[in-house]
């Protein structure tokens, strides 16, 4: 499975942030500190944001 980017938006704020796909910390909003992902299983769990494009 390849590993990919993800352009998130937060939903507090709707900043958009570059994340990996598989990041194995937590990853929060720059803006308002939300946090956006959790780390599951090796994959990212989206918490406190939207995909809004998948990047290669
Ligand atoms: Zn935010």
């Excluded at 352009?7 to 570059?18: G, M, P």
């Excluded at 990996?20 to 909003?29: D, E, K, L, M, N």
């Amino acid at each position: 499975m390849t590993s990919n980017f993800l352009k998130v938006a937060c939903r507090d704020c709707s900043n958009e942030s570059t994340i990996f796909s598989r990041a194995t910390s937590i990853i929060s909003c720059d803006v308002c500190g939300a946090t956006l992902t959790n780390p599951s299983g090796g994959k990212s769990n989206l918490v406190g944001c939207n995909v809004v494009e998948t990047l290669e």
